[in-house]
């Protein structure tokens, strides 16, 4: 007799937001679900929803349903704690799974481990699917103490979650609890509860099992071959539709029940605009706030300038206000001039301002920026691009001593509850990778040291271990020639890119109007006070929060303590914002190399490149901060023969000279990529600010489509 095939749903996914727990990449879940015509699949991580938007998005974009849930850690008083399934069925689900974790971590976490108690539970339970079974649920834990706790816990969960609770069963030929799916086949008929059959889905496919075992090794500091640890299974792998039909052939509902699970889960996370605080003050909404202040802050700014000059700055101005204010980022800018001004006037260093953000006169105005981008020749564009959406994102120095008071001044202004850090994962590198490998597989530290000085360390174009395996030579014959070696990098190549801990950005932070709660959910960092987003950057944008970020720089401490000090034994009372940018004593203390202590000029192969250009005027600091990258680094050589006349050169054409001049015939600066563009082919700044960004990102499909438009445009300024 042929088995009928049902249709099946895998409702335990644990993907690499499990940290050293799970090791299913979230878009290899996907296409796996893709490719078995499987029509929906669940995120179910470890007391965390960390790749919640990241995987409904995967899923969306191939046509999976998504299913957000978590493996929730609950303590009940008088049982044996454990784990529970919850699934959302919509989005009153989603907010109370939101508050279930958030409570979970910022006030139950006992030694760093997160837990919920059964009445948070229940009064979180609208809106959720309970699922109850597993190797590690907590029915299974009391059964094995006791069966009349299991008892007590399958009535409680019944009768909160009535139509929604489901008792677990699942099938594994090295594991097995004596009478315990007898047991919950019994409660399944006696108590009406349906039973739904699950597989623990820690990988994607067999050949992974040594690969997640290691991980496991690896996350408990054990060898491999140590017996007093937790161990993988070889079958927590994503089972086929058919291998889960054959497994519960006599309970064929136990499958069709994932998928009426399935149909009851109509939510999933979208991706949402930017949402700032309103700002509003005598009446004024942030749009009007923001023209005033701007105003009133270049007229003191620009003070009694020549009439022409002044047209220049106020025409830029009222360009760049009507940009910031179509784009809706009004109370960006104010949010951050507040505190930056409080910053400073609590005696807090802040830096005078760096990357693209310094291309702002608004910034200028509202002294969130010490640099007139008119006078050094910046460009707005670079920062918000009224043609390409992008969020805007000032760099901000504070010292590093005093950031967290800024930071603990925003909380108190905006809300504790409204302010986070934003979390980042490590993940396993290749050098790493092979280290711990090694030593968990007990291989010789010389061996593995040796192995990983083959491996090229170059963090801008980083190549993978499976590229390594493939290409070098010396590699290849040590893993055809040791079998352990083979191994070793299999082993390496596979964890290669998993996550491996959480921790806290180290400059972000995200400001909302209302609780953070409201739209993400909230993590602890042991090593900080301040709740930690448990999404990522790239994901807290796309759930429409906009992130700040508030850098710590030594450096500024360092001149704080100097000035500091010269006031104080020496009666000098420096001004460092108003220093001369001429000094000829500091050029010639520069050009002799002595640059210990001073910012981005300190390494060894900057003060050599120093010595050799012999800088005498700021635009050469300008210059050598900017050639002194990967890339850019090329150009110095000729950099240095022009300045010093060793070498001739020209412009191609004319109309460079003016924007070339500055650093003899040489591209150095992205604004002199814009200004070409603007000047040859008649670019807007707007438009040469798309070209700038696909020449920076060498996006070669969108470099092609500006090639044409360059040269047409050329063609027509001729």
Known sequence: MTLKINRFVHLRNYTQYSLSKGALRINELADFCKKENIPAAAITDFNNLFGSLEFCIECKKIGIQPIIGLNLSVRTKGFKNGDILLLCKNEIGYRNLVNLVTQAYLENSESNTPVVSIHQLINCK???ICLAGGINGIITKNFQENSYYSDQLIELLKD????NFFLEIQRYKKIYVQDLESYLLTNSIEKQIPIVATNENFYLNKSYFNTHDALLSIAQQKYIESDDRFKSNDEFYLKSVEEMNKLFHDIPHAIENSIIIARKCSFYLKERPPCLPKIKSNGLDENKLLKKYSISGLQKKI???QTITKKKYFDRLDFEIEVITKMGYSSYFLIVSDFIKWAKNNNIPVGPGRGSGAGSLVAWCLSITDLDPIKFGLIFERFLNPERISL?????????????????????????????????????QARAALRDVGRVMQLPLTQVD???????????NPVSLTEIIKEDTRIKKMINTDRNLRTLFEISANLEGLFRHASTHAAGIVIAENPLVEHIP??????????VTQFSMKYVEKIGLIKFDFLGLKTLTVIDETLKILKKKRSIDLDIANINLEDSKTYKMLREGLTTGVFQLEGQGMRDTIIKIQPDRFEDLIAIVSLYRPGPMDNIPTYINRKQKKESYNYIHDDLKEILDETYGIMVYQEQVMLIAQKLAGFSLAKADLLRRAMGKKIKSEMAAQREAFINGTKKNM
Request: include cysteine; glycine fraction near 6%.
């Open 126 to 128: 609208d809106g959720l």
């Open 303 to 305: 003070g009694k300038q």
């Open 450 to 460: 040796n192995i990983c000085k083959l491996i090229p360390y170059n963090p801008a």
């Open 392 to 428: 805007p994102d000032f760099d901000i120095d504070f010292c590093m001593e005093k950031r967290e008071e800024v930071i603990k001044y925003v909380q108190k202004k905006y809300g504790e509850l409204n302010v986070a850090q934003i979390i980042t994962f490590g993940s396993f």
């Open 522 to 531: 909230l993590y602890k960092d042991p090593k900080s006070e301040i709740p």
């Open 160 to 163: 909160n979650f009535s139509d």
